[in-house]
């Protein structure tokens, strides 16, 4: 099975400044069809689940654009350009390429 | 609007059985796959399970094979887990995921396996 391994695991934030995930695979993502389903998703405290980025890259309706995902193979990022309150929460990599699916452990972005 | 709404969570004991609900609207259920994720208190998402649009194929984690069988009736717009055999490390929110076309999770239902 796939393993997804996150770092950090912890991401203390100012406010306005940037933020980084890392987001590791045991296997390459790329599926048979060329594409790499690796999703970025985002947990508020409190609520359920919303998916941000599908695809390494594409980011999904409603996501602001300070958001990026970028990557390839095993190797995966979640950037925030500038991080806001409201992006408090945990972050999850989940890869969709091979069966069974599965999440990375999840990093707890919080404002220093 | 897509709307996702889980039932049939509960206190089980150990060993005992659940059965979870997914209803589905707002969209052609019957076109698309769907996902159960756990979250036990506390700790992070855990895929568990995808059964695939028509029903024909599903796929578990390794710990629940065996015990947890996945299925939908499109008639209904209705999916499924059951869950037998059932141990302490199932306890956890049960969420149901669309996520293709679209990110779309329901507000999840707790399972409590406790004696």
């Known amino acids: 099975d796939v393993v997804m391994t996150q770092s950090p695991l912890s991401l203390p934030v100012t406010l306005g400044q940037p933020a980084s995930i890392s987001c590791r695979s045991s296997?390459?993502?790329?599926?048979?069809?060329?594409?790499?389903?690796l999703n970025w998703f985002q947990q508020r405290p409190g609520q359920s689940p919303r998916r941000l980025i599908y695809?390494?890259?594409n980011r999904d309706s409603g996501v602001p654009d300070r958001f990026s995902g970028s990557g390839s193979g095993t190797d995966f990022t979640l950037k925030i350009s500038r991080v806001e309150a409201e992006d408090v929460g945990v972050y999850y990599c989940m890869q969709g390429t091979h069966w069974p699916n599965s999440f990375g452990q999840g990093t707890k972005l919080e404002i220093k | 609007q897509v709307q996702l709404v889980e039932s049939g969570g509960g206190v089980v004991q150990p060993g005992g059985s659940l059965r979870l609900s997914c209803a589905a609207s707002?969209?052609?259920?019957?076109?698309?796959?769907m996902h159960w994720v756990r979250q036990a208190p506390g700790k992070g998402l855990e895929w568990v399970a995808f059964i695939h649009y028509d029903g024909i194929k599903n796929y578990f984690v390794d710990s629940v094979k065996g015990r947890f069988t996945i299925s939908r009736d499109n008639s209904k717009n209705t999916l499924y887990l059951q869950m037998n055999s059932l141990r302490t490390e199932d306890t956890g929110i049960y969420y149901c995921?669309?996520?293709?076309?679209?990110?779309?999770w329901g507000q999840g239902t707790l399972v409590t396996v406790s004696s």
């Open positions: 296997q390459s993502l790329v599926y048979s069809d060329g594409n790499t389903y």
């Open positions: 995921a669309k996520l293709v076309a679209g990110d779309n």
């Open positions: 707002g969209f052609t259920f019957s076109n698309y796959g």
């Open positions: 695809k390494v890259s």
